[in-house]
């Protein structure tokens, strides 16, 4: 199962590094993608510049719309089977992606 990680970003840059290191440490089949909706603090220029070739893709705002319209941008670029919102300022914990996914992969959920 290929498992799609959305992250909507905005003035982020004092952890998106982390975030996205978490994610990509999870060792399960990902889609990565990251939405900077048009953040002033640094945060677009660390993503262009370390995880350009880290993560599928990287979609950048021209103005600051909101996390719902990160998420839909996002939305038309989904390739995996299941979708988890990430946000970037670790609030929730990668690592708890394996016990999410679990109770889907098993059939006896379709959401989580």
């Known amino acids: 199962m290929k498992l799609t990680v959305i992250i909507p970003a905005y003035n982020e840059c004092q952890s998106i590094e982390k975030i996205v290191n978490k994610v990509i440490q999870t060792n399960l089949d990902l889609q990565i993608i990251i939405v900077d909706d ?6 677009r220029e660390i993503l262009i510049k370390k995880f350009k070739n880290l993560v599928d893709e990287i979609i950048l705002h021209d103005k600051n719309l909101g996390k719902g319209a990160a998420i839909k941008s996002a939305q038309k670029k989904i390739e995996g089977d299941c979708v988890i919102i ?16 679990k109770p889907i992969i098993s059939g006896n959920f379709q959401v989580v």
């Open 86 to 101: 990430q946000d970037g300022d670790l609030e929730y914990d990668p690592s708890d992606y394996h016990n999410l996914i």
């Open 38 to 43: 048009c953040s002033t603090d640094g945060t």
